[in-house]
C-alpha cells in the first residue's frame, strides 16, 4: 500500500512517515522544494510539490493519502486559507480522482464551533472546519481525526476517543500519529469523525471501536 502523507516533514508528519514504514507500507511525503528531509526516515520516497499549488497527478498511484499538514495559529491568515482550506480541499478532489481508496483529514479540537475557540486560533479552526466539511461530501472514503493539544512527550499507547468530548486535555504526537496510521486500514474508521486524547484504552481498543464511541 502506497500513502501520501501531505506534512510528512512535520512534527507529527516525522512519526507518521516512520510508522507508516515500520507497518511494512510505503510512506510517500508530499514534500516543498525546500523542505528539510534531514528527520525523515532513511529511504522514504518523497513527491515534490506544494499545497498552495498542486500539480493534478500528486496523487497517482497512491492507496491513501493523509492530511498531516496545518499553518497553526500563528500563520497569517491569508496563508491559513491557503494551506488548511484549499490546499486540503484541493488534495481532496485529486486524491478522489486518483482513485485513493481512502482519505484521512487531521483536524482539531474546536473544529465545530471556530467561533468559541481561542481568539488567536479562531481563523485556523474555521479553515479545518471548511477542510472537513469538504472532505464529509466530497464522495470518497474518509476518517477524520481532531486530537487536543499535542505534546513532544513519547507516546504511551493509550488514548480516548470520542465523537463529541474527550476528557482529556492533551495527547503525544507519536500517539496521535499512531491512530492516523491506523485509519488508513481500520474498517471501523470509515467515515468516522472523533476526538483525540490521551486515555486509558489502547489504541488497538480505541480504533476497534471508534464508530460506537
Known sequence: MRILIAGATGLTGRHLTRKIQQSGRTPVALVRKSSDLGALPSGTETRTANLVS?????AEGMDAVIFAAGSGGDTPAELTD?????GAISLIEKAK??????????????TDNPEEGPEGLRHYLKAKKAADEHLQTAGIDFAIVRPVSLTNDPGT??????PEQVSGSE???????????RCVSV????????????GKDSISDAMAHVKAA
Open 54 to 58: 498542486l500539480p493534478d497527478d500528486v
Open 82 to 86: 491557503k494551506i488548511d482550506r484549499d
Open 97 to 110: 480522482r486518483a482513485g485513493a481508496r481512502r482519505f484521512v483529514m487531521l483536524s482539531s479540537v474546536g
Open 157 to 162: 499507547g493509550s488514548v480516548e476517543v470520542s
Open 171 to 181: 495527547i503525544p504526537r507519536e500517539d496521535v500519529a499512531e491512530v492516523l496510521e
Open 187 to 198: 474498517s471501523e474508521a470509515s467515515g468516522a469523525v472523533f476526538q483525540l486524547s490521551q
